[in-house]
């Protein structure tokens, strides 16, 4: 019996360490928690990002989401399932048209975990989440390879391609379980320009616009989780997760959202606009990218 239990338990051991960063993982159950406290606020910024899209002309097109390190897949797949919805986003709109789809792009650091969101999203029979892509968020070459595949697979849309790529991105329970520099990155390459000649498909008069960057102007990058406050933790529970996580790696610890959080957005072109407190001590943060004049489109 011990002989069986010990085969298990090194099994199980395998199994963990073929994944990239197995201590980055949430408490098991975490994502069903979180995907219902958030899905109703996620919605409205559907709404959100399609008055956007009208100010800029795009208002029958399509919305594009970034999930950036998915985990196992359940939060996209609950989102992209509810997003097609008939009364998902706007009780008067119409939802059959282009102007109410949303696909959905997930992302994971190890082709394993890749892998693992694939298989989820077909069993979830979900026909708007296109297969995850890797992505290590301080690889700069991988940020490059999402964007080329994302360009590609975009072909027919030159007038979106001149833009940008994604409308939303989200960011769920990542910068408090990785090193500083890792939310350093993620802001960096969402706030920065594609250089023009990054990225090419077409040839002569048949060349599609580039995009300008990942996240449009205007654009939201949403994040979540546990966070301190000018210095301070906001509860005793916070306080406590606080020390598991640098137990596990001393790079880890919650972000200060005053201090680190929003002058790192700051500086990379975002404004925070949102704050939303949910269960648990966590926070729902919204940061809009403002305009290449500085300005940010008014919410409606």
């Not at 394993?112 to 708007?128: A, F, G, H």
């Not at 994604?166 to 706030?191: K, R, T, Y």
Request: hydrophobic share 35%.
């Amino acid at each position: 019996m011990k002989q069986r239990a010990h085969g298990e338990v090194a099994r199980v051991e395998e199994e963990v360490c073929k994944y990239k960063y197995p201590d980055r993982w949430s408490q098991p159950g975490s994502a069903s928690r979180t995907k219902q406290d958030i899905m109703p606020h996620f919605l409205k910024l559907l709404d959100h990002s399609r008055r956007n899209r009208r100010t800029v002309g795009l208002a029958n097109s399509a919305l594009h989401v970034l999930e950036i390190s998915s985990g196992f897949g359940e939060h996209i797949c609950h989102f992209a399932h509810q997003s097609q919805l008939p009364d998902a986003a706007s009780t008067a709109a119409v939802h059959h048209d282009a102007s109410r789809h949303t696909t959905f792009q997930p992302t994971e650091a190890d082709e394993y975990l890749c892998q693992s969101i694939d298989r989820l999203v077909e069993q979830s029979r979900t026909s708007n989440i296109f297969p995850a892509i890797q992505l290590e968020l301080t690889n700069a070459t991988e940020w490059a390879q999402l964007r080329n595949a994302t360009t590609q697979r975009r072909k027919g849309e030159a007038a979106e391609t001149g833009l940008a790529l994604f409308d939303i991105v989200l960011c769920f329970n990542i910068i408090h379980i990785a090193p500083w520099h890792v939310a350093e990155s993620i802001f960096a390459q969402l706030g920065q320009e594609i250089s023009s000649d990054s990225v090419s498909f077409g040839s002569g008069t048949h060349q599609q616009p580039m995009p300008k960057s990942f996240l449009a102007p205007g654009g939201l990058l949403v994040l979540y989780g546990a966070f301190k406050e000018n210095g301070k933790h906001t509860s005793e529970g916070n306080s406590q997760f606080d020390q598991v996580l640098k137990g596990r790696n001393t790079d880890y610890g919650l972000r200060d959202l005053t201090l680190e959080v929003v002058p790192l957005a700051s500086s990379n072109g975002f404004e925070l606009i949102q704050t939303t407190s949910l269960r648990a001590g966590n926070l729902l943060l919204v940061f809009r990218k403002k305009l290449e004049d500085g300005r940010a489109y008014a919410t409606r």
